[in-house]
T-cell receptor, first 113, second 115 residues
Framework: DAKTTQPPSMDCAEGRAANLPCNHS???????VYWYRQIHSQGPQYIIH???NNETNEMASLIITEDRKSSTLILPHATLRDTAVYYC??????????????FGTGTRLKVLA | KAGVTQTPRYLIKTRGQQVTLSCSPI?????VSWYQQTPGQGLQFLFE???????NKGNFPGRFSGRQFSNSRSEMNVSTLELGDSALYLC??????????????FGPGTRLTVT
């Protein structure tokens, strides 16, 4: 299963873009990159996913490098409510029809007023 | 649509006892996964159930087990509790379990304290 590496913590000023990097150098060709976040004492919340192309939704944008060995989650206008731990996950393979998510240590993003 | 519910939310047990945690997935979701979260080890995958069958399993001892019922509700059991089993146990449900993409919806978790 591919592993991910993220910086342990980052700060971002409110209203600015938050760029959270993730390295997944051992990712396989058919593995997706997922991003989740966990606000203190709550269950993780899905943000976005991608395979090869850049993706955007109402919450964030995901930029995946051409070699797929790294990606960046972008929160375009960070607010105080975006303070959370952000997890970059590559879905592990298994036998056909099975999977497992492997969570890394995540990046603790603190949005500053 | 109601989210993933977990019961109980908090639990205190003594070493050596066993415990059963319950998870009700979002209506229509057939896949349920369980995770353990501790400050030292982070979020770790326990197992996944789909259509009442365990489809995948993490690296946990046999004291950790689970099952899924025909209505997709799931339970996990931990026998012979150890102090190190103190953790937040999270349940996540998803629409399908397959090789294609799907997102998981997490419940609020059950905080287990073993004394």
């Amino acid at each position: 299963d591919a592993k991910t590496t993220q910086p342990p913590s980052m700060d971002c000023a409110e209203g600015r873009a938050a760029n959270l990097p993730c390295n997944h150098s051992t990712i396989s060709g058919n593995e997706y990159v997922y991003w989740y976040r966990q606000i203190h004492s709550q269950g993780p919340q899905y943000i976005i996913h991608g395979l090869k192309n850049n993706e955007t939704n109402e919450m964030a944008s995901l930029i995946i490098t051409e070699d797929r060995k790294s990606s960046t989650l972008i929160l375009p206008h960070a607010t105080l409510r975006d303070t959370a731990v952000y997890y970059c996950i590559v879905r592990g393979g298994g036998t056909s029809g099975t999977y497992k998510y492997i969570f890394g240590t995540g990046t603790r993003l603190k949005v500053l007023a | 649509k109601a989210g993933v519910t977990q019961t109980p939310r908090y639990l205190i047990k003594t070493r050596g006892q066993q415990v059963t945690l319950s998870c009700s997935p979002i209506s229509g979701h057939r896949s349920v996964s369980w995770y353990q979260q501790t400050p030292g080890q982070g979020l770790q995958f326990l197992f996944e159930y789909f259509s009442e069958t365990q489809r995948n399993k993490g690296n946990f001892p046999g004291r950790f087990s689970g099952r899924q019922f025909s209505n997709s509700r799931s339970e996990m059991n931990v026998s012979t509790l150890e102090l190190g089993d103190s953790a937040l146990y999270l349940c996540a449900s998803s629409l399908v379990s397959s090789g294609t993409f799907y997102e998981q919806y997490f419940g609020p978790g059950t905080r287990l304290t073993v004394t």
